[in-house]
C-alpha cells in the first residue's frame, strides 16, 4: 500500500566501508529502509576520488553506490573518534565493514568486542578472501581470476577476459545484504545477532553454479564458449542482414518452431540435430547453418517473427539504449535524485518492487561528512569537540 513503512524502517546500519563491495551491500539496506550512517575518515571513502567521470566535482563512481545514506566524519585514529565509533556501532543494529581483514580488530571495532558489549548486534565483514588472509589484495579483478570464472569468460581463441561490471564486488555486496536481512529475522525470534563474514573470491565460486556442475560431473574444466550456452544449442549471439541478436533455444519443440520461423525445414528434419545433445554436440555447424539463414533479414524483423513464435530472442543493446528502453522506465530502473553539488543526477533504480512500487530513493548520495552534525547529536547526544 501506498505510503506503507518499507521493510528495514527503523533498523539503523553503521557503515564502515569503501569502494564497492561494501558500499554496495549498504546501499541495498537503505534501498529497503534502513537508516545507513556511513562513516567516512576525513579524506573521505576511496571511490570520492575515482574518476573521471565527475559531476561537479563529484565521483560519478561514487554516487552510483551510496544512495539512501548519511555521511559522518570521524578520525578513527584520534580518542573522539574511535569513541563515538564505537559508541555508533552499540546504537546500531548492524554494522558492516570492508576494511583489511584486522584493521577492525585494531581500531577497537572489531566483531568480537562489540558483540561481547551487545550480543544482538548484527556484524558483517566483507573482503577478498576471507578474515584469515589478511595478505591476499581483496580486489574485484584478483578474484575474478582466482575464482575461475575469467577462464569461462570470452572467446574460444581469446585471453582470460573479466566481466564488464565487478561481478565479485557486486555480488559479495548482495550476498552480505542477504545474510544481514537474514539474521535481522532470526534475531526477532532470538534476540540475539550474528557475526556474517563474505568473501568475494567465495561469492564468485558460488556463481558458477551450472559450469561448476559441469567440472565435478567430468572432471574437466570447462572452456570459453564466448557468446554461446554450453550445454544449450542454438542458443547466444547471431549475426543478421543488420547486426546481431541473442536467440534462446531451450528445447526440442522450440527449436521446431525455430526452424519454421528460419523457413528451413532440412534443418528440422537432419538427424545431426534432432535432440539437443545432438545439436549441442554439432553447434558449429548448427551455428554456421544457422547464421545463413539469419542473413535473409535484418535484426528488427527477424525479432517481430521470433516473438510471433515464442521463441526466446532479444537486441544487443548498448547502455543509452537500454536506458532508453520502455521497459526499463515502466519497471522504475531509471531514476533522478536531486545531489546537494551536482544537481540533478540519474541512478539505477532498486531492482524488486514491493508491492507493485518500488523502493524509494529517499536520500540522494550525502557530500562528504554532510550528516556529521546531525548523527552525532540524534543517535549520540553529543556534537564534535572544538
Known amino acids: 500500500m501506498a505510503g506503507d513503512p518499507l521493510p528495514l524502517a527503523g533498523v539503523r546500519v553503521l557503515d564502515l566501508t569503501h569502494a564497492l563491495a561494501g558500499p554496495y551491500c549498504t546501499m541495498l539496506l537503505g534501498d529497503l529502509g534502513a537508516d545507513v550512517v556511513k562513516l567516512e575518515p576525513p579524506e573521505g571513502d576511496h571511490s570520492r576520488h575515482w574518476g573521471p567521470p565527475f559531476i561537479e566535482g563529484e565521483s560519478s563512481y561514487f554516487l552510483s553506490v551510496n544512495r539512501n ?23 546500531s543494529d548492524v554494522l558492516v565493514e570492508n576494511y583489511k581483514p584486522g584493521t577492525a580488530e585494531r581500531l577497537g571495532l572489531g566483531h568480537e568486542e562489540l558483540r561481547a558489549l551487545k550480543p544482538a548486534l548484527i556484524y558483517a565483514s566483507i573482503s577478498g578472501f576471507g578474515q584469515g588472509h589478511p595478505e591476499l589484495a581483496g580486489y574485484d579483478q584478483i578474484a575474478q581470476g582466482t575464482s575461475g570464472l575469467m577462464s569461462l569468460t570470452g572467446q574460444p581463441d581469446a585471453g582470460p577476459t573479466k566481466l564488464g561490471v565487478p561481478a565479485g564486488d557486486i555480488t559479495a555486496g548482495m550476498f552480505a545484504a542477504q545474510a544481514v536481512t537474514a539474521a535481522l529475522f532470526e534475531r526477532e525470534r532470538t534476540g540475539k545477532g550474528r557475526y556474517v563474514d563474505v568473501a568475494l573470491h567465495d561469492s564468485l565460486l558460488a556463481l558458477l553454479t551450472y559450469q561448476a556442475g559441469r567440472f565435478f560431473a567430468t572432471g574437466e574444466p570447462p572452456q570459453k564458449d564466448g557468446n ?58 548448427l551455428n554456421r547453418l544457422v547464421e545463413e539463414r539469419l542473413q535473409g533479414r ?45 544537481g540533478a543526477i540519474s541512478v539505477v533504480g532498486a531492482p524488486w518492487k514491493l508491492d507493485g512500487r518500488s523502493s524509494p530513493i529517499r536520500l540522494p548520495p550525502p557530500t562528504l561528512g554532510q550528516h556529521t552534525d546531525e548523527v552525532l547529536s540524534e543517535v549520540l547526544g553529543r556534537t564534535l569537540p572544538g
Open 298 to 342: 535484418t535484426t528488427a524483423e527477424w525479432l517481430d517473427r521470433l516473438a510471433a513464435a515464442g521463441i526466446p530472442a532479444g537486441p544487443i543493446n548498448d547502455l543509452a539504449e537500454a536506458f532508453a528502453d520502455p521497459i526499463t522506465q515502466e519497471r522504475a530502473m531509471l531514476l533522478e535524485v536531486q545531489h546537494p553539488l551536482a
Open 228 to 285: 554461446f550456452h554450453a550445454t544449450i544449442a542454438p542458443y547466444g549471439t547471431f549475426a543478421t542482414r543488420h547486426g546481431h541478436m541473442n536467440i534462446g533455444v531451450g528445447s526440442d519443440s522450440h527449436y521446431q518452431r525455430f526452424c519454421e520461423v528460419l523457413e528451413a525445414p532440412e534443418l528440422a528434419e537432419d538427424p545431426r540435430f534432432r535432440t539437443n545433445a545432438q545439436r549441442q554436440a554439432a553447434r558449429p555447424e
Open 69 to 91: 545514506k548519511r555521511s559522518v566524519v570521524l578520525d578513527l585514529k584520534g580518542d573522539f573518534g574511535r569513541r563515538a565509533a564505537i559508541d555508533l556501532a552499540l546504537a
